[in-house]
């Protein structure tokens, strides 16, 4: 394996994040695209030390400071994600030998031109190899806060967003949850034959794809050792699409019936679309919007790959109104854009990007889509309002609000959902926070709510 070259192209990867060129789950496809002639083991790698560093970037940036005479906000940009990065293989990743990381990590300091820092890389390094237990973690009795932050990389202020709503032992515990690996997650299409399921399941699996089960939603199965979603059998055929189980539990939560007419404000990806069309069938209709000419073209393609002819799509801007889709709408799914904390797990850098100020602002754009969203409901009809991350000002405030302002009744979903899915008590009121450490989703919100209907 040209193990150096592949670690140079992690340190690109890690300087454009730093640099908040590209998001970390886009810029991972883009390049096992592009190095799509890699091997599986070279392509698992480079994933596995771009993934990693950056999950782990603040306590690797802890280790480094406890070692180095140059704090790691004092240096030069690509000594300090080389540092990184070599640092995550010594603490993270056993199979590779302390002293090739360190070498490499010597020789790609050379090549990318600071010749001058060949010592300095070299030095930090083999110090950190020879003491990986090294550095103490804050005490967690004086210091709990930073504790957190350090032992789960995870900024300090966020802690304390968790702490705010959580007990300290659940707040472990979430913190745990959103760093676990999160495997590919897919869902056939409904109309699949069992015996077509099989024999793609089959046909993944002498690729050296595991493919496994959800415990709870048994429409969600997962995808282990899985780098390019696209080359795999039956995907070009629409044999199955990439979506959460969070995510098909919050469109089966709405009660979608065939024939309706569902409305997806803002439906990028796509993944709830094509479920509430399956669940409309052929009489009904969905009408998938989204802003992002961009968004909406991999939608086209996803919708022609799946064959569904029920779907249309219109690019709009969900804070802005249309008089022409008032109360039109059986179901209108409003999967507001959010501060993303659920999906950590999936996209790494949105603990570096995001902050409290970010999280207020949100709630104030997700209410002037609300706004628009209340009026495309049907008297009688249903809102499914929808979140990845888990914050009480993004979810449940949210619901409360929607509620007072415009007479929506929130409605029990225990009826949609798995009868043995754990955890699960607030469905009854008409909403539920799913929580990676308890439900083995993402984290994610949904709330059904039911809109009057006025004599």
């Known amino acids: ?75 030069k940009p690509l000594i300090r994600n080389l540092l990184r990065m070599s640092a995550y293989q010594l603490l993270y990743m056993d199979s590779v030998p302390d002293a090739a990381a360190v070498n490499e990590a010597v020789r790609l300091a050379g090549k990318r031109g600071f010749s001058n820092l060949k010592g300095f890389v070299n030095g930090v390094l083999r110090k950190l190899s020879a003491d990986k237990a090294g550095a103490k973690l804050p005490s967690e009795q004086k210091d709990p806060e930073r504790f957190l932050s350090v032992t789960y990389s995870m900024p300090e202020w966020m802690v304390a967003h968790f702490l705010d709503n959580y007990s300290y032992e659940e707040t472990k515990d979430l913190l745990e949850g959103l760093l676990h690996i999160r495997p590919v997650m897919i869902r056939f299409f409904s109309g699949l034959s069992e015996e077509e399921r099989t024999d793609c399941i089959r046909d993944m699996e002498r690729m050296g794809v595991k493919v496994s089960r959800h415990t ?75 802003n992002s000419p961009r968004r909406m073209e991999r939608m086209e393609e996803n919708l022609s790959r799946m064959g569904l002819s029920n779907v249309s799509l219109k690019l709009w801007n969900a804070v802005m109104r249309d008089e022409t889709a008032a109360e039109s709408a059986d179901v209108v799914l409003a999967d507001v854009p959010c501060s993303g904390l659920g999906v950590m797990g999936r996209k790494r850098d949105i603990k ?65 959902l798995p009868a043995d899915l754990p955890h699960a008590d607030t469905a009854k009121e008409g909403f539920l926070q799913l929580l990676p450490n308890l439900h083995d989703t993402d984290g994610f919100f949904f709330s059904r709510l039911k809109k009057p209907i006025l004599p």
Request: glycine share 6%; with cysteine; hydrophobic share 40%.
């Open 1 to 75: 394996m040209a193990s150096e070259n592949i670690r140079e192209i992690v340190l690109d990867m890690l300087l454009s994040i730093e640099r908040e060129e590209e998001y970390s789950h886009r810029l991972v496809g883009e390049v096992l695209t592009k190095y799509s002639y890699l091997t599986a083991q070279e392509r698992a790698f480079l994933k596995r030390l771009f993934e990693g560093t950056l999950e782990r970037r603040i306590e690797m940036d802890y280790r480094l400071n406890d070692i180095s005479n140059v704090p790691t906000g004092k240096m």
């Open 352 to 416: 570096y990007r995001q902050t409290q100020e970010g999280l207020d602002s949100l709630v104030l754009l997700q209410r002037d889509i609300l706004r628009q969203a209340v009026d495309y409901v049907k008297p009688g009809g249903t809102l499914l309002y929808s979140t990845c991350t888990i914050n009480p000002k993004e979810n449940e405030e949210q619901v409360d609000w929607l509620c007072k302002e415009f007479g929506f009744v929130r409605e029990s979903m225990t009826s949609f």
């Open 216 to 290: 709870w939603v048994k429409e969600a199965w997962y995808l282990h050792n899985c780098e390019n979603i696209a080359l795999l059998p039956g995907f070009e055929q629409g044999f199955f699409t990439v979506q959460d189980a969070s995510s098909m539990l919050a469109v089966a939560a709405a009660g979608i019936r065939r024939g309706d007419k569902v409305l997806d404000i803002c439906a990028a990806p796509g993944g709830k679309s094509l479920l509430a069309a399956e669940y409309a069938g052929p009489e009904g209709r969905v009408e998938a919007r989204d």
